[in-house]
């Protein structure tokens, strides 16, 4: 048997912020932890969601596929966040895959303890409210880009969210804390991986970024902002 | 001074679902009533969020502006749909423009009684967690649709969206029940108007649509779905 967790796991996600250290260790009672080695699904695009997610250590992509088969990344989930948990409260299915990608530590809530803890405890949904709200946001953002801006700015606009969420500070600038292929900026931002490649390609030639395998850094934000948000480039040395 | 409000009004709302009289008669003492003509904003894009809004007549188009200028309609909302109320629990402003377009009543509730009331009825939350949840999959579904498919089912999948939120039977086919212009309809699926227009004239050759000044009739709804999701062409007869 699994030792018992430590209520501290939860401390500092969004989803139980401002749960009394009693209400904590329900939660954490209830939670059944579990590792995924790189590359390993923690849950599958159509399958009945049985439980709310949230992720401890490593990273999940969160991504969906159009009858096609055609992908779109649809978030990078960090330490802290929850995910794959809004469809209790939707259809009961999961909306998109979510693979590690990274060795991965998640928490799992069975649909019916989940629902339980948020009876009990309101503030739980007025956080997942609000966490979902900014969510909404964020694709709206997205879409927005999506729909109406060049794919330079996209690809600038989907690296700067990446630093914001998973920026790690290196002597060269700032790195992408974990592996990122350049398929996945393409799924990210509506393009092909010839476009992303050409563009971080230009990038580099500029020192504006360096990509290598599955590692990104960008060595000047301010000029990848520039590109975002269509300024004028800056001079050189930043 | 106007009447006191019916608290029927709140009827059917899936944000009050689940109250019972008293709770609803509550909300409803809460609430203020506006007219907007058709034309009129309801709240603009980057405002102060000072309350939580839901329609009781007419339709109310939601749209983000970029820092270019360019355009996205989110939704349009209709009867019973809450709309910028997120704003209250995320950055307290206003993410896009509302704006009339059709003669509305709206109700709004300032946002210390909106909290107010969550706070004393928590299935205001979860019912607003399982709407914003909603919301947030159509998003995702809207961005891989943009990211991903060609400009002709993006604006079908569009057309029939607006067929399952606003349709309304009429002798030719299946109408849209409040006025959409094509640049709405670009604006909606990230084109431009020029595109929207041969597609719409497209259709109406084929029979598919109707489109006059600023209506919009599904004469073959089957024909219009077999070209959102790419299937062969159906026999004419439908």
Redesign the interface.
């Known amino acids: 048997m699994a030792p018992p967790l430590d209520p501290a796991v939860l401390r500092g996600m969004p989803l139980f912020a401002g749960l009394d250290a009693d209400a904590m260790a329900e939660a954490v009672a209830l939670a059944r932890p579990r590792r995924h080695a790189r590359g390993a699904a923690v849950f599958t695009q159509g399958e009945a969601a049985a439980a709310g997610h949230a992720l401890i250590d490593g990273r999940v992509k969160i991504v969906?596929t159009?009858?096609?088969g055609?992908q779109?990344v649809?978030r990078f989930i960090g330490p802290g966040e929850m995910f794959g948990t809004?469809a209790i409260?939707?259809d009961g299915l999961y909306?998109?895959d979510a693979v590690a990608v990274a060795d991965s530590v998640e928490l799992s809530w069975p649909a019916a303890a989940m629902t339980d803890l948020?009876?009990r405890h309101?503030v739980i949904?007025?956080n997942?409210?609000?966490i979902?709200?900014?969510?909404?946001?964020e694709?709206?953002h997205?879409?927005?880009?999506?729909?109406?801006?060049r794919v330079e700015r996209r690809v600038a606009h989907a690296l700067l969210r990446l630093v914001r969420q998973a920026g790690r500070r290196v002597e060269t600038g700032v790195e992408i804390d974990f592996p990122l292929s350049r398929q996945d900026v393409a799924e990210m931002?509506?393009?092909t991986l010839h476009t992303v490649s050409r563009t971080l390609s230009a990038w580099e030639s500029q020192g504006i970024v360096e990509s290598g395998r599955q590692q990104v850094v960008i060595r000047k934000p301010h000029a990848l902002v520039a590109i975002a948000?269509?300024l004028p480039p800056l001079r050189s040395g930043d």
């Open positions: 969906q159009g009858p096609d055609q779109v649809m809004l409260f939707t909306p998109a948020m009876e309101p949904v007025r997942a409210l609000s979902v709200g900014g969510r909404l946001r694709v709206q997205r879409l927005r880009e999506v729909a109406t801006e931002t509506g393009t948000e269509d």
